[in-house]
């Protein structure tokens, strides 16, 4: 019954290489977020949707792809990764309440080779 | 340009002691100034938010004080125990026209020895 889960939760592989990462939300959100952690553990927001609508872009590579199929679910394909794409990626979810809450997923680990 | 940092990127206490994680922003158009925490293997999770119009406000075991004249944001941590071992985000929240953003600080780990 986890709120925002993600899949893969380890992600290992070589550079060149396309990886998508999932997310799903139970929460009954509208607006899901991407983002990135490096390995300094700052957090920069990636992208956001609201309702399958995406409404921020945050000067992200086009290889960068994310894609909501539905409001409950987003997903984040990359194109020919590359070593700095090494990072932990959170998806999270906001509700109707406190706009600043903000409900992250566990974090996908990518690391290119 | 906008930023949110810390002053401090570990901070280590004794337990049952009193912890203060401060951090500084620049950006004085924040609406709201938030604290996250971030357990070993997990996501952040929202702690306690502060509007930009009120200099303190406390939660349970946690004060957070805003002084927006040096532009200084601090958490407060009662009794520290080692369940508050993690890594703290102070974070500015602002209403811009539907496209609101949190922009995270740089963190600072809080390490709680027995």
């Known amino acids: 019954d986890t709120a925002v889960s993600q899949t893969p939760k380890y992600l290992v592989t070589q550079m060149g290489n396309d990886k998508s990462i999932k997310c799903e939300q139970n929460?009954?959100?509208?607006?899901m977020y991407w983002y990135k952690q490096d390995s300094k553990k700052f957090l920069k927001i990636m992208f956001s949707?609201?309702?399958?609508?995406?409404?921020i872009n945050e000067t992200v590579p086009n290889r960068f792809s994310p894609k909501s199929p539905d409001k409950a679910h987003l997903n984040l394909h990359i194109n020919s990764l590359e070593l700095g794409d090494s990072a932990v990626y959170f998806c999270?979810?906001?509700?109707?309440?406190?706009?600043?809450?903000?409900?992250f997923g566990e974090g996908s680990r990518l690391t290119v080779l | 340009g906008e930023s949110v940092g810390l002053h401090l990127p570990t901070l280590s206490v004794q337990e049952g002691d009193n912890s203060i994680i401060n951090c500084a922003y620049s950006?004085?158009?924040?609406?709201?100034f938030i604290w996250y925490k971030q357990e070993s293997g997990k996501g952040p999770q929202f702690i306690i938010d502060i509007r930009s119009n009120m200099d303190k406000r406390q939660g349970q075991r946690v004060t957070v004080l805003l002084n927006k004249t040096v532009k200084h944001l601090s958490l407060q941590i009662a009794a520290t125990q080692p369940g508050d071992s993690a890594v703290y985000f102070c974070?500015?929240?602002?209403?811009?026209?539907?496209?609101?953003?949190?922009?995270f600080g740089a963190g600072t780990r809080l390490a709680v020895h027995p």
């Open positions: 999270a979810s906001r509700g109707q309440g406190f706009p600043g809450e903000l409900f």
């Open positions: 974070a500015e929240f602002r209403f811009s026209g539907g496209y609101n953003k949190l922009i």
């Open positions: 929460l009954g959100h509208d607006t």
């Open positions: 949707y609201n309702n399958k609508e995406l409404i």
């Open positions: 950006n004085s158009a924040s609406d709201y």
